[in-house]
């Protein structure tokens, strides 16, 4: 047999490469590309002929996956609707974020419902994992602990166990004996999430992987490990904010960008079965900069503060900090206010922030993000009782987005009176919320400002 010809891996994407460089071709990283060595697969057979495959069409009626709950409502949610049994599920977080806290409450909650599960930790002895649940209330959970980094022992004590759930704390902790890398490598997590993933399909067993991320918020290592798995799930939150948001940005088994909302106490996660009303407990009353936008996030409605602060600039090139929203759309909203509007910001510092460490990544944040910009530049607060949303094009345009029916019942839930929104959008007339709608962007700044 021809000896395994050597390979070159980037660490940050996963890419491969035929020769060593110092700079990956696919993400652009300096320094990232290591050699690995493939493993041997084996002696080939030409003249072998494989079996016939069993075929169906697309007529024959699936029943629906049967889903364990665990009784965290929020946690569910993300699942899209509890946990699918052989599922594999990647949690990625920052460090410290509460990615361990959260997996050890969510299965210490399976675990009472009667799902026989494992916690596997490769980064803390077990030791540690008790103190930790005795600190959350969680020491009477039926949950099995160990704590190991060898794969092969990890998939021969799930074998001999048949667990329902596990979880693994750190995929990339994990090594394997028969992939010549150092733990953590791109090899290593490639092989290990692969024979992770092929037993839960195989013995029916969910499992949960824990992941790093890189700086840059991705999940590090190989690409591929998103690929193989059922459900990646991203816990995001700012340090300086009690609250924490669990995303669904792939699920096979549900609706993705569905999110839950927990809250940082000293008892653990908590849930927060209203997260709206969280996120504008604390907002000021007739401040200019401040405005409600009314979103969607997954299937729930969902309304945030956007706070604006615009002030005279003393740099050749102004400051433009936004937090929790995209740079690049707060340029071109800037940009269509100027062109269109004849209003402009270029002798002034912007500075836009989502309230409460949320992020707003739909479009149909565009006039909030306006009107927020306009209240702070001009001076003059948007009425408290009124939510705003709508996408801008670059004509000016106010375009009509979806759901707009759910987004105004929950505004009448909390309270809210009043909507500024695109005109031409589909809405029923019993939302109970009163209606301004705009064909344009110049309409609106004319009318709510005064000015355009």
Sequence with gaps: MAKAQPQFTCTECGARHRKWMGRCEACGAWNSIIEETPLATGPRSPGARGKVIELSTLQTKETPPPRALSGMAEFDRVLGGGLVAASAILVGGDPGIGKSTLLLQAVAAFARAGLSCLYISGEEAAAQVRMRAQRLGLGDAPVRLGAETSLRDILTTLDTERPDLVVIDSIQTMWLDSVESAPGSVAQVRASAHELVTFAKRRGVSVVLVGHVTKEGQIAGPRVVEHMVDCVLYFEGERGHQFRILRAVKNRFGPADEIGVFEMTGQGLAEVANPSALFLSERGQNAPGSVVFAGIEGTRPMLTEIQALVAPSTLSMPRRTVVGLDGGRLSTILAVLEARCAIPFTELDVFLNVAGGMK????????????????????????????????????????????????????????????????????????????????????FVGEIFGAG
Aim: negative net charge.
């Design 360 to 443: 707003v990544n739909e479009p149909a944040a565009d006039l909030a993000v306006a009107a927020a910009l306009l209240s702070a530049r001009e001076d003059v607060a948007i009425p408290p009782e009124t939510v705003v949303f709508g996408e801008i094009s670059l004509s000016g345009a106010l375009r009509p987005v979806g759901q707009s029916e759910n987004r105004l019942k929950e505004a009448r839930k909390l309270g809210f009176t009043s909507a500024m929104l695109p005109a031409g959008g589909k809405q029923s007339e019993d939302t109970g919320v009163d209606l301004r709608a705009f064909a344009d962007l110049a309409g």
